[in-house]
């Protein structure tokens, strides 16, 4: 008991600790060593930045840091553009740091494109969060047809008897009207089974196949919907930022998220049977399995989740 009450202690001191030297570093440390190594270099802290790190996520999330730690407005708002003002608010910032470009050529241009990555991710959550909360409509015709054309990709040689059907089943939907089975990631949800299924239709069918397994078989559309609800918390929680910033050099668009679905979808399958669950009651427990797995990966400055097909044996 003495141990464990010693243990917690010591744990609220080095946390103690640990604020205080941030909230030092931050106030009064931080600035004070950005001055000298400006006076020592020549270079503010952005060019450093620029100058030191190749391009990805190490440089760009420093770049971040540095502007959302600064105390000028100008930086701080260069969070928070549009791609149309970007240009001119670069113009802003080199003013504001006093920049002399002819001696720095390439900073604008590397800063530019941190920019992109940075505000381009904003938007594009913001995408991806107007797409869950578009509810699938059955009277839409696109939405319908969007639901058709994954009946067959998936199963191009069963004919569907109807809309709503027992055959819905065959390809993992729980009842006989999977508009019920969006309700959680509404239409960003058929749209990464369907882009799954267009752009790796022969990845998209094995794993299918994997899922009507007899023994470590799965529902094929449920996980799937599960998967999206994952993309969408890692990237709500900024935790796919480095997995962008490695792989898209601009600004992020909607097809990157659904290739990072494309890639948990591919991946979770060849967990789950590497696993060999006993049953589909352990989901969860595999599921967050899964999640811690691949939350660690995105913790590498490095990291590039691309899907990545094996050829079946």
């Not at 299918?208 to 449920?222: C, D, E, M, V």
């Not at 999640?291 to 995105?298: A, E, I, M, R, S």
Request: charge should be neutral.
């Amino acid at each position: 008991m003495r141990t464990n009450l010693n243990h917690f202690r010591a744990t609220r001191l080095l946390r103690m600790l640990g604020y205080i030297w941030q909230c030092f570093y931050s106030s009064c440390l931080r600035f004070w060593l950005k001055w000298f190594l400006r006076l020592v270099t020549g270079r503010c802290e952005l060019q450093r930045i620029c100058a030191q790190c190749k391009a990805g996520a190490l440089r760009t999330a420093q770049i971040e840091y540095s502007l959302k730690s600064s105390k000028s407005r100008v930086l701080r708002a260069a969070l928070s553009l549009k791609e149309n003002d970007l240009d001119d608010h670069l113009a802003q910032i080199i003013q504001e740091k006093r920049i002399k470009e002819q001696k720095d050529p390439t900073f604008k241009v590397n800063l530019r494109q941190c920019l992109l990555q940075i505000n381009g991710y904003d938007e594009l959550f913001e995408a991806v969060e107007e797409l869950r909360k578009q509810v699938f409509d059955s009277e839409n015709e696109e939405h319908k047809n969007m639901l058709l054309k994954l009946w067959d990709l998936l199963m191009p040689s069963v004919k569907l008897e109807s809309r709503v059907t027992k055959q819905w089943g065959n390809i993992g939907f729980q009842g006989d009207d999977p508009k019920t089975d969006f309700r959680g990631m509404g239409m960003l949800g058929l749209t990464n089974l369907l882009f799954f299924s267009e752009n790796y239709t022969d990845a998209a069918r094995q794993v299918l196949s994997h899922a009507n397994h007899p023994t470590l078989g799965y529902s094929y559309a449920i996980v799937g919907i599960n998967l999206t609800e994952m993309a969408y918390s890692l990237m709500k929680s900024d935790a796919l930022k480095p997995h962008f910033y490695n792989t898209v050099s601009g600004k992020p668009q909607m097809q990157h998220f659904h290739h990072f679905y494309c890639y948990l979808a591919y991946e979770f399958d060849k967990f789950w049977l590497e696993e060999e669950p006993e049953s589909i009651m352990e989901f969860n427990r595999y599921r967050e399995k899964f999640h811690d797995k691949v939350k660690g990966q995105l913790q590498m400055p490095e990291v590039t989740l691309i899907m990545t097909v094996d050829q079946e044996k």
